[in-house]
């Protein structure tokens, strides 16, 4: 999971904002959580993503 959400901050165009700490703190929480409160959470994080790549990354690994 980590490395696709560095990948895909790294795309042009991508409309996710994600920092380091945004990305250690959503894997952190999905190796605790169930996938649709992970994606929860990013989308709280992140209010600028569309849902279905929130829906597509979250704790899919």
Do not use: W
């Amino acid at each position: 999971l980590k490395g696709a959400l560095q990948e895909l901050r790294g795309r042009t165009g991508s409309a996710l904002e994600l920092d380091d700490g945004l990305i250690s703190g959503l894997v952190s929480f999905c190796e605790l959580a169930p996938p649709p409160d992970a994606a929860d959470y990013l989308a709280v994080r992140t209010p600028t993503t569309r849902p279905s790549v929130i829906g597509t990354i979250a704790c899919s690994t």
